[in-house]
């Protein structure tokens, strides 16, 4: 199971990005795909999923607004649109695989990304 982060980088209030998260190893509609994040000196939180059996989406209330999860099984890629995006979204942002949404809500997947850095200046 591989899991490879993309798409961050430095951008200013208001502007957007869109993480990719590559999967190989496994069969992508089969797992519950997460992001994540974490600021510095902040604990990991749950930034969004979308669960396996039904593609049902789940979103932290601090971005359900701005961001959208969407899963491309063709490409076996999950992403994550960043719209809006603003100063505290700064962070590590990571994805993460598990065959359970319990990994989603406790934040302890099966599975690991490295992580890509999300900078928003104000």
């Known amino acids: 199971v591989q899991l490879v982060e993309s798409g961050g980088g430095s951008v200013q209030a208001g502007g957007s990005l869109r993480l990719s998260c590559a999967t190989s190893g496994f069969a992508l509609d089969e797992y519950v795909i997460g992001w994540f994040r974490q600021a510095p000196g902040k604990k990991r939180e749950e930034v969004s999923c979308i669960s396996n059996c039904d593609g049902r989406e789940f979103y932290n209330p601090s971005v359900t607004t701005r961001f959208t999860i969407s899963r491309d099984s063709a490409k076996k890629t999950v992403y994550l649109q960043m719209n809006g995006l603003k100063p505290e979204d700064t962070a590590v942002y990571y994805c993460?695989?598990?065959?359970?949404?319990?990994?989603?809500?406790?934040?302890?997947?099966?599975?690991w990304g490295k992580g890509t850095l999300v900078t928003v200046s104000s």
């Open positions: 993460g695989a598990d065959t359970k949404l319990s990994g989603w809500y406790y934040g302890d997947m099966a599975h």
